[in-house]
């Protein structure tokens, strides 16, 4: 049981390139979340989906697309990058009802 | 949507109790409390949560006033591992949709 799976976990990109990150969770949660987290600063929620084939936006959800194709993945895409998403992505998930939220260890993304 | 209001940082000695207070002035009659912890720069933890009664599990108490307008998180001995940041939520939204607002935190010190 791996919990919540985030890859990959470090990027460098260049202004205008795209990129996808994975969140793969293993618990059979229906609710997945994507965050960002700038430095100094608490998470903000991206986009969330209520489960497979849904998705929604959150608080920040400009430059980024999500797909929830399988009920255990959620990606999240950046088409062209840009130096202000420079910053550390957190997914997480739950059951229905659940209280508790299950975040990845993140992935720490660099645009030059 | 309720706000909290959390001190920047606070410091505690090890083996003492630690009190993580929290203003939630604007919380309406069905929004629960949420505490969550972050250390270093991994995913956040759920603590605790609570509605209008004071609740305790092995991590920690949270007490929250009658009127509900603030609470406050007790760690009853801390450890130099509860060195991290600590988030105090409101949950926005009833049911099973419902979303968590991460704000920027205090940062707590345990020191030896």
């Known amino acids: 049981n791996a919990g919540v799976t985030q890859t990959p976990k470090f990027r460098v990109l260049k202004t205008g390139q795209s990129m996808t990150l994975l969140c793969a969770q293993d618990m059979n949660h229906e609710y997945m979340y994507w965050y960002r987290q700038d430095p100094g600063m608490g998470l903000r929620l991206i986009h969330y989906s209520v489960g497979e084939g849904t998705t929604a936006k959150g608080e920040v959800p400009d430059g980024y697309n999500v797909s929830r194709l399988k009920k255990q993945n959620f990606l999240l895409g950046l088409e062209s990058a840009a130096p202000s998403q420079t910053s550390v992505y957190f997914c997480?998930?739950?059951?229905?009802?659940?209280?508790?939220?299950?975040f990845g260890a993140g992935s720490r993304l660099t645009v030059l | 949507d309720a706000k909290t209001t959390q001190p920047t940082s606070m410091d505690c000695a090890e083996g003492r109790a630690a009190n993580l207070p929290c203003n939630h002035s604007?919380?309406?009659?069905?929004?629960?409390v949420y505490w969550y912890r972050q250390i270093h720069s991994q995913g956040p933890q759920y603590i605790i949560h609570?509605?209008?009664n004071n609740e305790t599990n092995e991590m920690a108490s949270l007490i929250i006033t009658e009127d509900r307008k603030s609470s406050t998180l007790i760690l009853p001995h801390a450890t130099l591992r509860d060195t991290a940041v600590y988030y105090c939520?409101?949950?926005?939204?009833?049911?099973?949709?419902?979303?968590?607002?991460f704000g920027a935190g205090t940062t707590v010190t345990v020191r030896a």
């Open positions: 604007t919380i309406s009659g069905n929004e629960y």
């Open positions: 997480a998930s739950r059951l229905p009802g659940a209280n508790v939220l299950t």
């Open positions: 609570g509605l209008k």
């Open positions: 939520i409101v949950r926005v939204g009833v049911g099973n949709d419902y979303k968590l607002s």
